[in-house]
């Protein structure tokens, strides 16, 4: 029998699984509903499922309609620009028969005063009490390193699973011992946002100047072996090469 009780997609962060049982609000949902829906979440990090993932396997099970819940607290400001547009854009894309509903962040239903004088009623440590610190000593300290990567973890590039991506390249160059010290190492950073959204998953590789986009396990396995180690880019995945600050001078 086909469903009649839209299926709900609880969409957020680690921090809100690991905070917020979210099979206790799964369990509550259904006691307070005559007709319990079925729920699912979705990350917008960690290593996933990432939110097209479980819209992929509703459509494969034919779920008729999904309502899709942002969790995040503070919701994250440009969800309202970009979310209902990428959803419409995976239908698109997909020819799917799975109808898509955004509701509103649930932060909107929250009374924030009410919770921060609620803490403020509560006890507050004395930060004199702790040790001083900003890091590490060694934090002061630039490692020998051959070349810098920033991997984006943006909205737009987690939508397209950047999260599970950036676990899989760091997995995969730990298999290679030359990358992690020496003047071949490379120092990974994740970062917030490239700009260029539309030809994600995007990284960049520098000094190279090198960006990647549209990338897969497949390509990132190439990245590792033919370029972080054989200095040859994978050309079929180069989106754009910074020129050098020599070549711009010289041009």
Request: charged letters at 20%; one cysteine or more.
């Amino acid at each position: 029998m086909p469903d009649t009780v839209p299926t709900i997609v609880l969409y957020g962060r680690a921090s809100f699984a690991a905070e917020q049982s979210l099979a206790s609000i799964a369990r509550r949902l259904a006691a307070e509903t005559s007709e319990p829906p079925a729920i699912r979440w979705a990350f917008a990090d960690l290593t996933g499922p990432s939110l097209p993932d479980v819209l992929d396997a509703l459509e494969t099970e034919g779920t008729r309609e999904a309502v899709v819940v942002p969790c995040m607290v503070p919701a994250d400001p440009s969800l309202s620009v970009w979310l209902a547009g990428a959803l419409s854009q995976w239908r698109a894309d997909r020819d799917a028969s799975l109808a898509v509903r955004l509701a509103a962040p649930v932060e909107a239903s929250l009374d924030l005063a009410a919770a921060v004088t609620a803490s403020l009623a509560g006890p507050a440590t004395d930060v004199a009490l702790t040790k001083p610190s900003l890091g590490k000593p060694g934090w002061s300290k630039i490692p020998e390193h051959g070349r810098q990567l920033f991997f984006c973890v943006g909205a737009r590039c987690l939508h397209r699973s950047a999260e599970p991506l950036w676990q899989h390249l760091r997995a995969r160059m730990k298999t290679h011992r030359a990358l992690a010290a020496g003047p071949k190492r490379v120092m990974c950073a994740r970062v917030s946002c490239l700009y260029p959204c539309n030809l994600g998953p995007l990284m960049t590789v520098h000094p190279d100047g090198t960006w990647y986009g549209a990338l897969d396990r497949t390509a990132l396995d190439r990245i590792v072996d033919e370029h972080l180690l054989g200095d040859r880019p994978v050309t079929e995945h180069v989106v754009h090469v910074t020129a050098s600050r020599t070549e711009s001078d010289g041009a």
